[in-house]
């Protein structure tokens, strides 16, 4: 399966956009991208461990808040999408 | 080697960075530096000649940003993190206070949800002030407006030991050894009685950097004067415009000598409409308008960190406005000329003597 880094998490992760990975869940699969990029653990997760606000994941066209969040399972092809969510207006 | 002022602006998109000679006539605008994150302050050690600055993103967490190299590049520090089983997440950091010349690597922040942190390595990490975060009255800590905050730490000009911390809205706390313990340090003489609750939401708390004891502060009703020796807060509003206001500053040297300026409390603009900045040279006991150069009738507003001197000779005195503006005074605050315009909301304005 593929990770894709939008805007800032881009930079966060010193200007990877596309990362393959193994996982099972969507959980695993950010375990796996802080793995291969450390600068993104702050940058997703706070002291306590919980995701940050501002951060959108999507499992293929789909929000994963509605995909059971990190305990959303993943399949071989899919995408997982890291987004600043959209802040503003 | 001709000393040289650089001006570190804070905006709600960014920082910016104005830079001029000793003339200071002409400013040389940079920036901004991680736009869109508002920056609620920014400084410069003149220890070691590092600058910190509070990037409060949005995305990805708030950080606090060190240069080594005046401004040219910048690193992230580890975050201020709340330890495990806090019910607190750090969100934002309000203010960086370099420490004393005693305590060369030591700084200080504070930060959002209100807690007091210190950095021992040059602000690389930053561990949190438990003897602070204990405090029983803790629990009637409240936000202000603009959230929960400890924006003010000021170290004594002798002694690190001695220090005061200001948070919004929680009052005034004391420590005389060096951060171990503290003491609710709320007691005022010559103020209304009637709103404690305002009393203690604290907008800016200064100590004189050279004189052991003297401090200066804003309070979101009235400002307030400590002489050394002294144990009350003692209202200095008497001629003062209105009782509101955020920005203040005190003169480097003379130790009787502050600025302020006033707001109107429900405008939250300038009161009365047309900013002035407000000096006293007396301790308080009496204020003087200059307004020189300053537009007439503006409704301007300078927030917390809006106001600074450098260390020249005649003062320079610097502040930010909410419509972008920074203004200059190159003759202790009595005539102003525009630094700067068309930048976003300013939220600080740090002025860095430089050798």
């Known amino acids: 399966m593929r990770v894709l880094l939008h805007g800032a998490y881009r930079g966060f992760a010193g200007g990877a956009r596309d990362v393959t990975l193994d996982a099972a869940t969507l959980r695993e699969a950010l375990a796996a991208l802080v793995s291969a990029h450390p600068s993104l653990a702050e940058r997703l997760r706070d002291e306590h461990g919980r995701l940050r606000a501002h951060l959108s994941l999507f499992v293929n066209q789909e929000d994963a808040r509605f995909l059971g969040g990190e305990d959303a399972t993943l399949a071989d092809g899919d995408i997982v999408h890291v987004l600043p969510a959209l802040s503003g207006g | ?355």
């Open chain 2, 1 to 355: 080697m001709a000393k040289q002022v650089v001006l570190l602006v804070g905006t709600k998109k960014g920082l910016y960075t104005l830079r001029s000679d000793a003339d200071r006539k002409k400013w040389a605008v940079d920036g901004p530096h991680e736009a869109p994150a508002p920056i609620h302050h920014a400084t410069y050690d003149p220890r070691d000649g590092s600058m910190y600055a509070a990037i409060n993103a949005t995305w990805g967490g708030s950080r606090i940003d060190y240069s080594r190299d005046m401004g040219k590049t910048w690193q992230k520090s580890k975050n201020p993190a709340f330890p495990e089983g806090s019910d607190r997440t750090f969100f934002q950091t309000w203010h960086v206070e370099p420490g004393h010349t005693k305590t060369p690597n030591v700084v200080w922040a504070g930060t959002e949800p209100a807690a007091l942190w210190k950095s021992e390595d040059r602000g690389e990490t930053w561990e949190l002030n438990q003897a602070l975060d204990d405090q029983p009255s803790r629990a009637k800590w409240v936000p202000g407006f603009g959230g929960m905050g400890l924006h003010s730490i000021a170290i004594d000009a002798d002694d690190p030991k001695k220090m005061q911390v200001g948070i919004s809205v929680g009052g005034v706390y004391t420590s005389t050894d060096g951060g171990a313990s503290w003491v609710q340090d709320n007691a005022q003489t010559g103020g209304k009685e009637d709103r404690p609750d305002v009393f203690y939401c604290i907008h800016k708390l200064l100590a004189h950097p050279k004189v052991s004891g003297v401090r200066f502060m804003r309070v979101h009703v009235d400002v307030y004067w400590r002489e050394p020796g002294e144990t009350k807060w003692r209202n200095r509003t008497e001629g003062l415009p209105s009782t509101f206001g955020f920005a203040a500053a005190m003169h480097p040297r003379d130790r009787s000598v502050a600025y302020v300026i006033p707001l109107d409390d429900m405008k939250r603009t300038a009161s009365p409409p047309g900013i002035g900045v407000y000096s006293t040279n007396d301790r308080g006991a009496t204020w003087t308008r200059n307004d020189k150069g300053l537009p007439p009738g503006a409704a301007l507003e300078s927030v917390r960190e809006g106001m600074d001197t450098d260390l020249l000779d005649p003062l320079g005195v610097y502040f930010g406005t909410a419509n972008g503006d920074v203004w200059a005074s190159r003759d202790e605050g009595k005539s102003w000329e525009r630094a700067a315009q068309y930048l976003p909301y300013v939220t600080s304005v740090h002025a860095a003597t430089i050798d």
